[in-house]
């Protein structure tokens, strides 16, 4: 997810949690016992909003963790093929050629002799 949708998601939890804290001191100022706060509408959905929101960025949070882990993993392959192929470099440099010597020595091929000419006939 974006930077965007986290930074309003963020702005939306703050505030919701500042509606909740003036209805709570409302509820307070106004003398209504725990057990009727806990009932009250407002707070009710107040508190459910939170939690929504707070399930949200969670998911986000959740998401920017999985990219972070796969870009990692995607790292670790490319670097892994890497020296991969560098052995395999090595490996090459130090492996003679078929000719058996350093390539600069040429073997001195026979030479065929020439086939015997058939007599002319006249």
């Known amino acids: 997810m974006s930077l965007k949708r986290k930074d309003a998601l963020m702005r939306q939890k703050a505030d919701g949690e500042n509606k909740l804290k003036g209805r709570l001191d409302f509820l307070a100022g106004k003398g209504v016992d725990a057990g009727k ?3 009250d509408t407002i707070v009710r959905k107040l508190k459910a909003d939170i939690r929504a929101v707070n399930a949200r960025l969670k998911a986000i949070a959740d998401a920017e963790k999985l990219t972070q882990d796969l870009a990692k993993a995607k790292a670790a392959k490319a670097a892994a093929k890497l020296k991969e192929k560098e052995g395999e ?3 090459k440099a130090e492996k003679p050629k078929k000719g058996g010597g350093t390539g600069q020595e ?17």
Do not use: L
């Open 106 to 122: 040429k073997k001195a091929k026979p030479e065929k002799k020439a086939a015997p000419k058939a007599p002319e006939s006249e």
């Open 37 to 39: 706060v806990e009932k």
């Open 89 to 91: 470099k090595a490996e």
